[in-house]
């Protein structure tokens, strides 16, 4: 059973930094896109950062370019994220996802990551 497991969330004052951690387990390839999405109240679902596991490119979203880092650690089937300079428009539920065997994409079309975590919640204030 694939699991992915995130830790790292949290509170944290505006200009503030949070990782996130995503442990992947039992992905059915060994070179997987993966990916860090989130979700405000009330809004929908979108994506934010992704790295293929092969060859380390990522892509990130216009809006937290210069900002987040997507890192991997190929020992530890572990993905980050580094949010730096955060603000409270970053405030939502961040969720991990795989896309198994295959490359990233810049359109972060959810439809292809067949793997979800559980969610994390960072909350930024003013």
């Known amino acids: 059973q694939v699991q992915l497991v995130e830790s790292g969330g949290g509170s944290v004052q505006a200009g503030g930094s949070l990782r996130l951690s995503c442990a992947a387990s039992?992905?059915?390839?060994?070179?997987?896109?993966m990916g860090w999405f989130r979700q405000a109240p009330g809004k929908e679902r979108e994506g934010v950062a992704t790295i293929y596991t092969y060859r380390g490119n990522t892509f990130y979203a216009d809006s937290v370019k210069g900002r987040f880092t997507i890192s991997q650690d190929n020992a530890k089937n572990t993905v980050y994220l580094q949010m730096n300079s955060l603000e409270p428009e970053d405030s939502a539920v961040y969720y991990c996802?795989?896309?198994?065997?295959?490359?990233?994409?810049?359109?972060?079309?959810?439809?292809?990551?067949?793997?979800w975590g559980q969610g994390s919640q960072v909350t930024v204030s003013s």
């Open positions: 039992r992905l059915p390839y060994v070179n997987n896109c």
């Open positions: 996802a795989a896309a198994s065997g295959r490359p990233c994409s810049d359109d972060f079309n959810q439809a292809r990551f067949g793997y």
